[in-house]
């Protein structure tokens, strides 16, 4: 076809990048930036979840053999995210500077390692050494995420990208609750080890060689993603710097921290992690005291709430993206995740329609993840999102450490669940009150 051939009329214009660059397919880029970039990360993060979360499993046995209390066991399981707070912002800012593909490889190995220990613990003490190393060194994963997904993800589309990637709570439920429940009974009188030794010898390993892999797959900026072409790099990063430039955005992570809707942001955060936290390290718990009582039928029984609520992350992102729409999606999430706690504990003594609270809870809690994500990246950019992204998510797992050291102190001063489960309700109300009407002006 020569130069003069008309061209039709309802064709749209091909993007283009800078000057007159090769037309670049948009959709054909962001689709290979999320096949190449989203498996992965979920991998990494299913590995940190399962990782961060198999003492809930390791409980049923291990307090039995280190004679350890429920109070014991819930300071441990929340001292974790006392290192996560102590060090996610330093991690944060240190992935700005030396890049996402040696941060989250020396997170990931580490972190790896450290569960692997876990089969040694002895002592309370040693118990909470190591849980609080955990948190060390996991600390900036999530939030590196999450800065290095607005390094190749457009604002309009990182809600439903968010979605998919948090379905890794979800499946970690979904497959560590099975797995976990095999191993214990599986290696149940396998010596050396206990059952709950074997647990997270065999958890951590997939971690360490997982964190040789990063250094070798993730590229840190889309100019070093050789699976693009010249053109697409171009465009992308071209795209990406366009919206970075927005005028509404703050910079500066000082300047950030003087803005109420950080703190908005993170009282809001605290209280959605209370409900999470709750749900990852009192589920397998929660099953057996609806009256069930071998290690597997718990794991694959754990694993329907948080099905549920994988798909419910899903959905509840993409619908986001679709209206454009962030702040009642996620407090219609917490709500519903309200509601399903309370139930929860009101029922708690007839297993089948606790069981149906429980699913509820979990497809309100994990739902409302994605869409919280959305509403800090709208006003963060730069060293502020780096920072702010951190800060928000390092105090609001404070609540990762409260929740279950409350849970475990309640279930001892009332001998059940019940109290514990209503004040994370609370929490949950608290967070849909803040979002709906507190934050206004960050989302509509």
């Known amino acids: 076809m020569d130069a003069v051939s008309p061209q039709p009329a309802a064709q749209p214009a091909p993007q283009h990048s800078r000057g007159d660059a090769p037309a670049v397919d948009s959709a054909r880029m962001h689709s290979k930036v999320a096949w ?32 350890f209390s429920e109070a014991v066991y819930g300071l441990g399981a929340g001292i974790f995210f006392i290192g996560y707070f102590l060090f996610e912002v330093p991690s944060n800012l240190l992935l700005q500077r030396i890049g996402a593909r040696k941060t989250l490889a020396r997170i990931t190995i580490l972190w790896g390692l450290t569960s692997m220990a876990m089969a040694f613990v002895t002592t309370p003490f040693s118990f909470y050494l190591l849980r609080f190393l ?6 900036g994963f999530f939030p590196g995420v999450m800065l290095y997904l607005t390094y190749w993800i457009p604002a309009g589309r990182r809600g439903r990208i968010n979605g998919w990637f948090m379905t890794s709570f979800g499946i970690a439920g979904v497959v560590g609750g099975p797995i976990a429940g095999l191993i214990m009974s599986g290696m149940d009188g396998v010596a050396p080890l206990r059952n709950w030794q074997w647990l997270f010898v065999l958890e951590g390993i997939p971690s360490v060689i997982a964190g040789i892999v990063v250094l070798g797959y993730l590229p840190d900026r889309p100019r070093q993603a050789r699976w693009l072409s010249a053109a697409e790099q171009t465009a992308l990063e071209a795209e990406l710097e366009a919206e ?15 803005q109420p809707a950080l703190w908005l942001c993170t009282a809001a955060y605290f209280c959605i992690v209370g409900g999470n936290a709750t749900l990852a390290f009192w589920m397998p718990s929660l099953v057996r005291e609806l009256g069930v009582r071998g290690a597997l ?10 099905t549920l ?24 999430a917490t709500l519903v995740g309200a509601a399903g706690l309370a139930l929860t504990a009101a029922y708690i003594g007839n297993p089948v329609l606790a069981m149906a609270a429980l ?30 992204i951190a800060f928000i998510n390092s105090v609001g797992n404070l609540a990762g450490f409260a929740t279950p050291f409350m849970m475990g102190w309640m279930k001892e001063w009332t001998g059940g669940v019940a109290a514990g489960l209503y004040v994370v309700a609370a929490m949950q109300l608290t967070s849909t009150a803040i979002v709906a009407l507190a934050m206004r002006r960050l989302a509509r």
Do not use: Y
Request: hydrophobic letters at 55%.
């Open 134 to 139: 955990l948190g060390v060194f996991e600390a």
């Open 36 to 67: 190449r970039l989203i498996p992965f990360l979920i991998f990494l993060f299913l590995l940190a979840w399962i990782d961060r979360v198999n003492v809930g499993f390791a409980k049923l046995q291990m307090l039995q053999d280190l004679r």
């Open 359 to 388: 699913s509820v809870s979990a497809i309100g809690v994990l739902g409302a993840f994605p869409v919280f994500w959305a509403i800090p990246a709208g006003f963060l950019t730069g060293t502020a999102a780096a920072g702010g």
């Open 309 to 332: 609520g994988t798909v419910a992350m899903v959905l509840n992102g993409a619908h986001s993206d679709k209206t454009g729409e962030r702040r009642l999606h996620c407090a219609g």
């Open 297 to 306: 039928d718990i794991g694959l029984l754990s694993a329907i709430p948080f």
């Open 244 to 258: 970075q430039r927005h005028g509404g955005k703050h910079a500066s992570f000082a300047q950030a921290l003087r």
